[in-house]
């Protein structure tokens, strides 16, 4: 598929889908006599689920092992699963803070709002 096929399937730019092809996280691309790029079934999926981890903090090299795993159909499980661990001790940490912060504006906002009550200032 051309990349404009790509581009519309994922919703990524052309800029990022080279991106990506250049480190070497979309593969099999081929080149045309035209010198078009040609993009295999497999780089709309991969594409895909390369948004869906980096969405959720994964780095590009942690995407790249994820990916030459399922590439070569042999997933180290420990190692797969102490990634997976990892991660998500990172996002339940993002999570405790971001409980922390909406907190903080909770109590700024209520403050507020008593403050225009007390001076007779419109609610918004």
Do not use: W
């Not at 092809?21 to 080149?31: H, N, P, S, T, Y």
């Not at 997933?75 to 803070?97: S, Y």
């Not at 912060?101 to 918004?124: C, F, H, I, T």
Request: aromatic content about 4%.
């Amino acid at each position: 598929m051309r990349i404009s096929e790509l581009e519309s399937r994922t919703g990524l730019g052309r800029h990022a889908l080279r991106f990506y092809e250049r480190e070497g996280l979309l593969v099999g691309v081929q080149r045309g006599q035209n010198n078009y790029r040609d993009y295999p079934e497999s780089a709309a999926r991969d594409a895909a689920l390369l948004q869906q981890l980096q969405s959720l903090g994964f780095s590009l090299q942690e995407i790249r092992q994820v990916l030459d795993a399922m590439r070569a159909k042999s997933i180290d499980c420990a190692k797969g699963a102490r990634l997976m661990a990892d991660k998500r001790i990172a996002i339940e940490a993002q999570i405790a803070n971001l409980r922390k912060v909406s907190k903080v504006l909770l109590r700024e906002q209520q403050r507020l709002q008593e403050r225009a009550a007390r001076y007779g200032l419109p609610k918004e």
